[in-house]
């Protein structure tokens, strides 16, 4: 089992930057691929950035918030981060950290095994 606890979010105003943490405990072995997720009210969730926690130069940032938003972590262990510049209003969500167990960087929700209870990110105009 793998527990997934999120930090950083906030309110902030329109061009100004927030960093998530997300830290993993538990079972390493099964922690291969970390990934932020978010959902805004009413929409489905939506995928943000992720990274494989043993290559890391492998990174992927959803091409719509790719220059604003930057993933990061220590390549080996189980933390990352998402450094997100430049916020506008319509990146108000609750944003989630992820584990998969799979080896390769996936785009959906069902890819990803372990879930954390989410950190809320609202940007005001």
């Known amino acids: 089992q793998v527990q997934v606890v999120e930090s950083g979010g906030g309110m902030v105003q329109a061009g100004d930057s927030l960093r998530l943490s997300c830290t993993a405990s538990?079972?390493?072995?099964?922690?291969?691929?970390m990934g932020w997720f978010r959902q805004a009210p009413g929409k489905d969730r939506e995928f943000v950035a992720a990274m494989h926690r043993w290559r890391g130069g492998n990174t992927y940032v959803s091409p719509s918030m790719r220059g604003r938003f930057t993933i990061s972590g220590d390549n080996g262990k189980s933390t990352m981060w998402l450094q997100m510049n430049s916020l506008e209003p319509e990146d108000t969500a609750i944003y989630y950290c992820?584990?998969?167990?799979?080896?390769?960087?996936?785009?959906?929700?069902?890819?990803?095994?372990?879930w954390g209870q989410g950190t809320q990110v609202t940007v005001s105009s």
């Open positions: 538990g079972r390493q072995s099964s922690i291969y691929v």
């Open positions: 992820a584990i998969s167990e799979r080896t390769n960087i996936e785009s959906t929700p069902s890819a990803y095994a372990y």
